[in-house]
């Protein structure tokens, strides 16, 4: 059974650095064909990609956010991250992990964590 | 504004069939493969469709997908009150080297 879930700080500080953790309870994401996505939704609105990191460590980003963004992953932790530094009140939604397993040919989703940004 | 382009809403009775559509470019649909995505309020996406017309175990064949040049559709038949949801549409875009999302359709069934 395939599990992921996001945690972090649901409240930050404009100008401060959001960071997030998605632990996935599952298959390794480190083995296989893998997609280990960041999703974020502001309240009312639609779904904007973040970025993502492939098995092999490549990484690519959401062009509006390249410079701020840096997505992670904690092999040893069956872990992501996702940073993303001078937050602005532009940065507020719910925030979605979500990882592609080649071998189940399926994607899930963590249930997302929302984050503020508010001082 | 959204790099891949969906209807706001559509709406359709029980049992009917409905088309959701999405257009892109070149860039995106014309060149990559597109997936459907199922979000009912307050809740995570779930994925329906992959690789343009392929279904994850567990979602029914009511559910279908097809891609013609720049353009896909997502196919729901058989409606139910149960399938009122948001749906986006998703692929790779070449040109931007990023995921990009349609801006969402509201279906209702009424």
């Known amino acids: 059974q395939v599990q992921l879930q996001e945690s972090g700080p649901g409240l930050v500080k404009p100008s401060q650095t959001l960071s997030l953790t998605c632990t996935v309870s599952?298959?390794?994401?480190?083995?296989?064909?893998?997609?280990c996505n960041w999703v974020r939704q502001p309240a009312g609105k639609g779904l904007e990609w973040i970025g993502h990191i492939q098995t092999s460590g490549n990484t690519n980003y959401n062009p509006s956010l390249r410079g701020r963004v840096t997505i992670s992953a904690d092999t040893s932790k069956n872990q992501l991250s996702l940073k993303l530094t001078s937050a602005t009140a532009a940065d507020t939604a719910m925030y979605y992990c979500?990882?592609?397993?080649?071998?189940?040919?399926?994607?899930?989703w963590g249930l997302g964590v929302l984050v503020t940004v508010s001082s | 504004q959204s790099v891949l382009t969906q209807p706001p809403s559509v709406s359709a009775a029980p049992g009917q069939k409905v088309t959701i559509s999405c257009s892109g470019s070149n860039s995106n649909i014309g060149s990559n493969y597109v997936a459907w995505y199922q979000q009912f309020p307050a809740t995570a996406p779930k994925l329906l469709i992959y690789?343009?017309?392929k279904r994850p175990s567990g979602i029914p064949d009511r559910f279908s997908g097809s891609k013609s040049g720049t353009s896909a559709t997502l196919g729901i038949t058989g409606l139910q009150t149960g399938d009122e949801a948001d749906y986006y549409c998703g692929t790779w875009d070449s040109s931007l080297s990023a995921s990009v999302f349609g801006g969402g359709t509201d279906l209702t069934v009424l």
């Open positions: 690789e343009n017309n």
């Open positions: 599952g298959p390794s994401i480190s083995s296989g064909t893998r997609y």
């Open positions: 979500a990882v592609w397993f080649g071998e189940l040919q399926n994607e899930f």
